[in-house]
């Protein structure tokens, strides 16, 4: 039986322009030539450090930044050539929750208006009673009881959870098929998180809404996820079933990522590799494999030429359709 997909990415490429006299006709490559499903009613985490480029991903998606080159398929249709009207129609199905919940509300916006405006945008609802209606009935799915009445508040009024609530009301009030949620509880107080993640698996349970969630917590995306797929530099370097990821990483940045999970049933501490060195700037992505210079395997396997002057790509591995990996020597033999 063949999975109904929400969205597929091919070969996404966003690049921003360097300023200044050095960076003159160059680019940093910020997301470089992702390729990505989401399947229907499923949750897609993606995972990666600090400038991987996850939002950069998440932003073209949305058409908030233009890519420089790729298909984004939403709901089978190419939406990077749509402009104006056609782009507004089909990206009522995808709604996206920011990672700063101070800075994506207007602070002198009531509650109500707030959840009440993509409809208004989008002509849905007869009547402003109506739309009302809808917007408390949104809140209330998000967990702000007694609707009605913090439906009254400004959002400045409101603490940093409460206003991720709200985001999550606007964005389910057009009923999307996808939601991108770009880091949703990083920026929260940790004894609010696990109420803000509640919300949103109950809307995957009620809606049957799929997630592209995105994080740099590799534990979380394994509580959260259904698949998990590992961004590194612009590129996918992993992506697996996420109990299959964290039983069975094949990629060293993964295996890595997985070493340093503070949950004994995963890691011990013996087994920990600390990856040396910060992630390059995607304005000199390394030659070859882009992950060679901080690998452990690289060097353990004595610097093998191949990884410093081909570009794995992700692939298929034995042991699982679903499993793929974009390096020449996971499986330590080097004979792929
Ligand atoms: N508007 C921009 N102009 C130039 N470079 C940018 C711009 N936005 C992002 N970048 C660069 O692109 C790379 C990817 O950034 P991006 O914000 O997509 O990463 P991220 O994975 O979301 O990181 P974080 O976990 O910190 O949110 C980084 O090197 C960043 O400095
Ligand atoms: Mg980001």
Redesign the pocket.
Known sequence: MSKKLSLSIEDLHVT?PLTGAAGKNKV?R?VDGVDLQVFVGETLALV??????????ANAIMRLIDPSAGKIMIDGVDVVPLQGKELRAIRRNFQMIF?DPFESLDPRQRVIETVMEPLAIHSIGESEAERREMALAALSQAGLRPAAEIGERFTHQLSGGQRQRVAIASAIILKPSLIIAD?PVSMLDVSLRAGILRVMADLRDQLGVSYLFIT?DLSLAWMFADRIAVIYLGRIVEEASAVDLIANPMHPYTKALVSVIPVPEVTSLEDRTILTGEIP??ASIPSGCRFHPRCPLFRELGEPAKCLTEDPILQIQSNAESHRVACFFSDNKGNQ
């Open positions: 921003y940093a910020a990666g450090e600090s400038g991987s480029g996850k939002t950069s991903m990672q880091e740099h700037s995607p």
